[in-house]
């Protein structure tokens, strides 16, 4: 009853595909830059010292049912975390927060809330490119998808004037998603300016931001100016939603800690409106996961909820980003060294997990083929992948294949 006509063989998801090859490849210098989590200089997994910490003294509680919205010491510490603990939003209580399935149940949630209730059935804008999965997601849920400009192969940066121009041209009212920070896949951020910008630009088009936080603290060291987009957008009174991911900032990913945050607008009414909205998002919660694990959720509110934890959860993410960022200049300094052709300056002007290198398919496909280094077709690169044991290697295989 099922041949295949109506059910097709689905394509093997690139990323984790990619993660397979390079597992079963037996070269012992094979390099994996494909997957966004983060390595240490030793190219391991990091349980970060402050979530080891807490796992020694963890009482064992016991394994029964989170509430539908989750752990609210977690929810209310990562809308506090995310929009500022001064936030107008907070204190005019008109913001809702529920605890998702990591980031992707956040976009998810917050997909399938905006399909139900957003007026006019609007398409939503992804940057070109954007993370593969907002596509899948947002299709699933049936809302039409567009895209803006946002990535220039000419000067490897942002595309700023294409991405206006098509926010601008785009219907109004219409859903524009934005990645608060690191953006992936091009590791390409609007500056400050960029975003007041955009801001103006969204509000005059009355749009909604839907915004995408997968690496908050991850991607400059500083959780506030990570943050920074999203409490300007909240500043200039924006009714808003937030997809929060603490996969990559607390090392948290097979646990899928996460939240959905809907900010309303001030007005008289805001109160009951996010009242209204929280109760919908709790049903639909409820229909699709009934409630969200607890495991993560328990150790990040532990870490966000004490401050001496939380120093030292700062402290952790600074040495992630930090060892980013060194290989991001040591591989930019290697490739001008070797006189490797082209420009180079984007990989220390790109920002958070990902550098999109501008190599082209032929060129990543002959990477893998001859130096067994694993990357994304596109060109991209998971600097975390990078360490001081295979960054020569590494700079001399683009150096090869891009003469
Ligand atoms: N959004 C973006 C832009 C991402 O890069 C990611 C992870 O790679 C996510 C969301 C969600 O990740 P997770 O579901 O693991 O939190």
């Not at 490849?25 to 349980?47: E, S, T």
Request: neutral net charge; hydrophobic residues 40%; proline residues 6%.
């Amino acid at each position: 009853s099922f041949p295949p006509d109506v059910v097709p063989q689905a394509p093997e998801d690139p990323l984790f595909g990619l993660m397979a090859a390079y597992r079963a490849d037996p070269f012992d210098k094979k390099v994996d830059l494909g997957i966004g989590a983060y390595r240490d200089n030793d190219a391991k997994p990091w349980v970060l010292p402050v979530v080891k910490k807490i796992l020694r003294n963890d009482p064992a509680l016991n394994h029964e049912y989170l509430p539908i919205s989750g752990l609210e010491s977690f929810t209310s510490a990562a809308a506090k975390l995310i929009l500022g603990a001064d936030s107008p939003a907070l204190l005019e209580k008109r913001a809702h927060s529920i605890q998702t399935i990591s980031g992707t149940g956040a976009v998810h949630l917050g997909a399938l809330f905006l399909k139900r209730f957003y007026p006019g059935q609007p398409s939503v804008y992804f940057s070109s490119p954007t993370w593969a999965n907002h596509n899948q997601i947002f299709s699933n849920i049936g809302i039409p998808i567009q895209t803006y400009p946002y990535f220039s192969k000419a000067t490897k940066g942002l595309d700023f004037d294409g991405m206006k121009q098509a926010i601008a041209a785009a219907p109004d009212r219409s859903i524009i998603l934005l990645h608060a920070c690191a953006h992936n896949p091009t590791g390409v951020d609007p500056t400050q300016d960029q975003w007041r910008e955009l801001a103006a630009l969204l509000k005059q088009k009355s749009h909604f931001p839907f915004f995408d936080c997968a690496y908050q603290g991850f991607a400059s060291g500083d959780l506030a100016r990570d943050a920074w987009a999203i409490r300007y957008f909240v500043s200039q009174g924006f009714e808003l939603c937030i997809a929060q991911s603490f996969a990559k900032n607390f090392g948290l990913y097979g646990e899928r800690a996460g939240a959905f945050h809907f900010v309303t607008g001030p007005s008289p009414d805001a109160a009951k409106t996010i009242s209204r909205i929280g109760s919908q998002l709790q049903q639909l919660q409820r229909s699709e996961i009934s409630n969200p694990p607890a495991y993560g959720a328990r150790i990040a509110s532990l870490i966000l909820n004490d401050a001496t934890l939380f120093a030292e959860w700062e402290a952790n993410l600074r040495e992630m980003s930090g060892r980013i960022i060194s290989m991001r200049q040591a591989l930019r300094a290697r490739l001008e060294e070797l006189g490797t052709p082209g420009t180079w300056n984007h990989i220390t002007d790109q920002i958070g997990m990902f550098s999109f290198t501008g190599l082209s398919e032929t060129q990543v496909r002959e990477l893998r083929d001859v130096a067994h280094v694993y990357m994304t077709k596109n060109g991209r690169i998971s600097m975390a992948g990078l360490n001081t044991h295979n960054l020569e290697y590494f700079a001399r295989a683009v150096d090869r294949v891009v003469r």
